[in-house]
């Protein structure tokens, strides 16, 4: 059975991301060597940073590229529970996304997860969780492991494929 690449958060390069193939589709899927990705996991430098109201934009530079990512704070708008507007209770998720932002600083190094999205033509990372990374060793590993991952899983021809001649 082929391994559905699109139920994990792929382990990427920056370079990799990028260059994934966009399929114009509803939803927008990304492809790589021919299999569906729609999550993925990077290490890298924060080197630029912009917040908003609503959304921390930000730019995570692993070394073989920088990657745009966007943090939304503004989950009661995303999870509207009502058509009433916004909810004035407490919100867990909102909270979360406020304090992840704070993570999110200059020279910072980040391990970054989240849904891998299209904006403007342009890919991006919808951030999911953020986590600053004390080693920095840590972005060595990274890279190793998305070599060694590469080879032996992501970078494989799907299974439907391999059987024909």
Known sequence: MDQPLHLVHVKILAADLLSLTVRHTSPTTFLRCGRRVARAELVGV????????????FLVDDGTG???????LNHQYLNARTSSGPSSDHDPT??????MSEEVRLGTLLRVRGKIASYRGAIQITVR??????????????WLQCVRLAKECYDLPPRSAQGRT
Request: charged share 35%; net charge neutral; hydrophobic share 40%.
């Open 46 to 57: 924060v080197v630029s940073r912009d917040r908003r109201e609503k959304f921390l934009r």
């Open 66 to 72: 920088c990657v745009p990512c966007i943090l939304w």
């Open 129 to 142: 969780d953020v986590v600053p990374e004390k080693d920095p060793n840590s972005e060595v590993l990274h």
């Open 94 to 99: 909102a909270e979360m996304a406020l304090k």
